[in-house]
Every structure is written in structure tokens, then in C-alpha cells.
């Protein structure tokens, strides 16, 4: 048990009330600095303290499984030699006795009943059979240790490591460590500049203040998330202002197009009609010359017809109608006469400058317009200015206005400020 006894910085010891005179004795300690004294009183006053991991390792756990005893799975069985194991472990050192006993005696079909086991703890041997092993008594000291541990409330005490079993119950501020009540009269007085807090005072000291930080940083997530959704709501203004934009420049050019193809049908419709007048032409002498051909060939039929005959009256006939006949000139085609072909051409007047203006037809220009409203202060407004550049209240009356920037002016410049609650605009 002894080993169990912890000169550590961290044990476990039950919690109970002082007695009047234990309490009195307390006071006079907490005023009372003389060393010596006090190591009197804690002789006599002593508490019993107890490493609990130590100590559970020491007689709570089995020897060889070094697993937490039970009373149900792994019960504490006291052997002949007062040392005690847990029944499974037991159990499994007679069976490997007994398999280790038939390796040597082939000839038993079966385990032996009864065989010799040695205590791990003292090498004390003695035989025993299974049922033996079962009907061991139990230990109930361990029983009731491990009873008096998980019903016996504890709590954590950090002591000195420079003065001994003196709890750590200040804290310096200046240091930034943890010292006991000896500390702050010897290396940490106050009078020395150090500050020195009780856990309670400092946990009273420093909670409000992280508290004021938890209030402020959630005050700035809300701003972050107000000027989050005003940044969102601008992104998708963005998006209908490129819709709106894109569809107006689609109906710009729309309409060029429509200008530009009614114009196109004019001026080709002008080409057919005047290549058309130059084809009437040409296909009018076309049609007197096939005329022309048609009273030819039908005077050469009626002269060959009247050669076939051989009638000397018809002969005398024909030959007195065509014996002044002489061959006219052909019909005058001045294009095929003269060699004088029509050529056109497409006068494309202003081409030039009409591309040019084209090429810069349009442009995007952009202006702001006051879109939010800003809150007025109410009676209980605190008025803050946060690390991005906005204003933060901590109350907003219900009373609005609008803020409307001036947008007379067409010059592209643009000037903006923007908030969480306002946004103001002008262009000059």
C-alpha cells in the first residue's frame, strides 16, 4: 500500500467538511506564516492522499491480465497463499497445466482432474482441480476497495512542486503561472509587483472579459453576415443588370440587322431591274430576229415546194416575186455589233465610314444608383466603426430614409461608399 502513497503533483482524495477545530486551524494557517508552525499543525493534520491510478493499478487490477476486477465476470479469488487473481485467470493457468501434463503422458485420452499451480506472487504451489478453482472464496477486500473508488466522490488537486503537498490555488498575473499560498509570500509578493489572484477572483476576473470578446466578435459576424448578403444581393443586381444590358444590346444590333438586310433587298432588287431592263432588250431583238427566221424559212418552203412542182406557170409566179429579192441586213445588235457588253457594279458609297462607326457602334457605360436604405439611430444606438470599413450599431430604430445620389451627370466616373445599411453614389 505503500507504493500507492503519491509524492506527485496530481492525486485524487476524498472530499469531506472540516471540523470546527480543522477549520479554525485553516484560518490561523491562511494568516500565520511561520514554516515551521504550519509543518506542525499539517503533521499532526495530515490527509491521507492517494495516487488513484496508482492505486488501482497496484490492487484493483488482476496480476497477469491487468484487468479491473468484478464481482460478476472477473471475481478476486483468494488462493492458499492469501494472493489473489481473478477466476479466469486461474482458470486458464490450470487448463495450461493440464494440456502441458497429457503432452507428457500420452497415454491419458483425457485432462487430468487435479493438477499443480503456482502462485505468480510467491511461487507457493498446491494442487487443486477445476471445481476446486470455482469454490475459492472470493476477496471481498478488493470487492469493497473497488466499491469505496467508484462511490467515493473525488476531485484533483495540483500541488507545489517547491512546497510540499501545498495546494496550487493563485494564479500570478505577471509570471502567468499557477502558485500556492507560500508562493505569494515568498517569490511572487505582491509588494514585489506581482498580482496575484485566487481561482475564483480570476475565473470572476477574466470570464467577463472573454465574455465582452464573445459579444463583440459575435456583433462583428453579424456585420460580416449583413455585408455578406448586401455583397450577394449586389452579385445577383449584377446578374439582371448583364441580362438587361445584353438584352438591350441584342435588340441594337437586331435592329441594324433588319436595317442593314431591308437595305440589301432593296439594292438587289434595284441590280435585277437593271440588268432585267438590259435583258428586255436583248431578248426583243431576239424575238425580231427568230420572226425574222420564221418569214425567211417560210419563203424558202414555198420556192423549194414550187421547184417540186415543176409548174411553169407557178415558176414564172414565184421567180417574178423574188427575182428582186435581195438579203436585208441583219438586225442591228449594238452590244454584239459594236462589241459594247452592259457591266454593273455595286456603288458602295460610305462603306468606309459606316464600318468605321460600326466597328465602334455602342459601348457599356456604368453609374450608381442609391439602392439601400440606412437606418436612423435610436435613443439606445451605440455607434462603432468595425475593422472593415463599416458602421456597426448596436440598436436600429424602425424609422428609415432614403438616401438618393445625384445622377444628372453622363461622365463615366463613378464614385461610391458603401456600408451594411447605407449606400451612397454620385458621379461627377
Known sequence: ?????????????PI???TASEEETFRALQTEFDFEQKREILKDQRNFIVDEESFIET????????ELYDDIVRPPKLL???????LQCILLIFQKEAEYRKSLTPAYGELPTAVTIICPTCRTNFITTQDTIRQLPTDHRIIQLIDFVNRTERYTTDFCPQHRFQPINFFCEL???FICRDCTVVDHQEALGHTVVDFEGAIKKYIPILDKAVK???????AIKMKQKAVEDAIENLDKEENKVSDEIKESFAKLRKILEEREQEVLQMAQREVGNEKSKLKEKLSLMEKRSEELDENINEIEKTKEDGKLET?????????????EPVIKVKEIDEGVVPKFSFNSRDESTISNKLQNFGDVSSFSESVYTRPTLGRSAA???DRYGSSRYSAVSENRYSSSGSSSSSSSYTSRYSSPYNRYSYRT
Open 216 to 222: 463583440e466578435m459575435d456583433s462583428e459576424k453579424d
Open 59 to 66: 490492487f484493483l487490477k488482476c496480476l497477469i491480465c491487468r
Open 1 to 13: 500500500m505503500a507504493s500507492a502513497i503519491a509524492d506527485s503533483s496530481k492525486v485524487v482524495s
Open 383 to 385: 455607434l462603432s466603426e
Open 175 to 177: 509570471c502567468i503561472t
Open 16 to 18: 469531506r467538511k472540516r
Open 80 to 86: 492458499n497463499c492469501h494472493h489473489s487473481l481473478c
Open 315 to 327: 415558176l414564172y409566179k414565184t421567180s417574178r416575186t423574188y427575182s428582186s429579192y435581195r438579203s
